[in-house]
């Protein structure tokens, strides 16, 4: 479920990077290649995550718990 604290941050988000943040919280496992491909075939700018500076596998992980 996703912490309740982080939803305003997350709803704050642009859609590209709202999108790739949850997509790399549905599975802490993925790896980076895989969020690359995965933003590639949907179109998304992977650049959104380091565009909106707020990314990072720490926040990913306090999104998953």
Do not use: M, N, Q
Not at 18 to 34: F, G, I, S, T
Not at 53 to 62: G, K, N, Q, V
């Amino acid at each position: 479920a996703l912490r309740r604290p982080y939803r305003p941050a997350l709803a704050a988000l642009p859609a590209d990077t709202r999108w790739l943040v949850l997509l790399a919280a549905a599975d802490p496992a993925l790896a980076e290649e895989e969020l690359v491909r995965a933003a590639a075939e949907s179109g998304t700018d992977i650049a959104a995550l380091e565009r909106d500076a707020l990314f990072s596998r720490r926040t990913l992980d306090h999104l998953c718990k």
